[in-house]
């Protein structure tokens, strides 16, 4: 009998009672301390640009801009509300994400598409405000209707999960995955931290 099977065959040979869970577990054990023989670390050090760090307070000022301004056309009175509403409801919502976003951990994202043509490549660099999307899903997700979202996704449950993920990256401690394709030359890169 073969000591080196891959998990799906130890839990298929449990299932169908010819090992019991002790022996499943050991088995698993062991090959969990067997060391990987394909695996490379990263290709390179990798630090992410840090040339958008101060965005949340251009986003903040422009937000309290329009605010200004939509206050400025609202003491006018009358009909230019409907102009000064907008310019309030919009600076509002732009400072306070400007604002959110102040501590919150970046996403950055970086595709290499080993082509010749455009595009070669491919960057998205963006604040993850955890801690205010897990709230609104935590106390706003119990009223959305039942199997809304991808396969009946439970809103309440992933803004937990979200909630839990708010201490996990830092500075020491980022979540760093970087994926290869040698057949494509494909080369992704995400990074979760500051």
């Not at 082509?115 to 998205?124: G, H, K, S, V, Y």
């Not at 830092?170 to 057949?183: A, I, K, M, S």
């Amino acid at each position: 009998m073969d000591d080196r099977r891959d998990a799906k065959d130890i839990l298929n040979l449990l299932e169908d009672g010819k090992i019991d869970v002790e022996q499943a577990l050991q088995q698993i054990s062991e090959q969990d301390q067997t060391p990987a023989e394909d695996f490379e670390g990263p290709s390179e050090v990798f630090s992410p640009p840090r040339r958008w760090w101060a965005w949340w307070a251009i986003l903040s000022s422009i937000g309290f801009g329009l605010t200004v301004a939509g206050s400025g056309v609202a003491l006018l009175g009358g009909w230019w509300w409907l102009l000064a509403a907008p310019l309030l409801f919009l600076g509002i919502i732009l400072m306070l994400a400007g604002l959110l976003s102040f501590r919150a951990p970046w996403v950055y994202i970086r595709v290499d598409t080993g082509q010749a043509t455009w595009p070669r490549r491919i960057t998205i660099n963006l604040p993850l405000p955890l801690g205010p999307v897990s709230w609104c899903l935590k106390n706003i997700g119990k009223y959305a209707p039942a199997g809304i979202g991808r396969k009946g996704m439970n809103l309440v449950e992933a803004g937990r999960v979200l909630d839990s993920m708010k201490g996990s990256f830092t500075r020491e401690n980022p979540l760093f995955v970087e994926v290869h394709d040698e057949e494509t030359g494909e080369h992704v890169t995400v990074h979760i931290g500051w």
